[in-house]
């Protein structure tokens, strides 16, 4: 039996292949620092994109995508900004925030959206 680290780890990958299909590069995958973590970090095109991975087995707790709150967001923003400070050396570059939310077998790409 898998762990829930173990399949969250499965369906990062998941939508890592499904990104690099639509054409993105994945640069890193589960970004961490003091701060949280980013699950996927991408290129597309001269775009970073900072994409939060949600998978929900059944919609009992509603859907994936509900769960990228505004904490969750702000949480995201901060990593990525770290990021863009220490691995690009400037925050003046063009991003991106997107959620890939897997709900059972369907696959929704959110893209740009939330903004900083």
Known sequence: MLNKREIGGAYEKLAGKFLEK?????????????????????KDGAYYVFVEVKYRHTKDQGWAVEAVNKN???????????????????????????????????????????QL
């Open 72 to 114: 969750k967001q702000q949480k995201i923003l901060r990593v990525a900004q770290y990021y863009l400070i220490t691995n690009v050396h400037s925050v003046d570059v063009p991003c991106r925030f997107d959620v890939l939310a897997i709900d059972g077998e369907e696959i929704t790409w959110y893209q740009d959206a939330f």
């Open 22 to 42: 639509k054409g993105l590069k994945i640069l890193q995958y589960n970004f961490r620092c003091r701060t949280g973590e980013i699950d996927l970090i991408a």
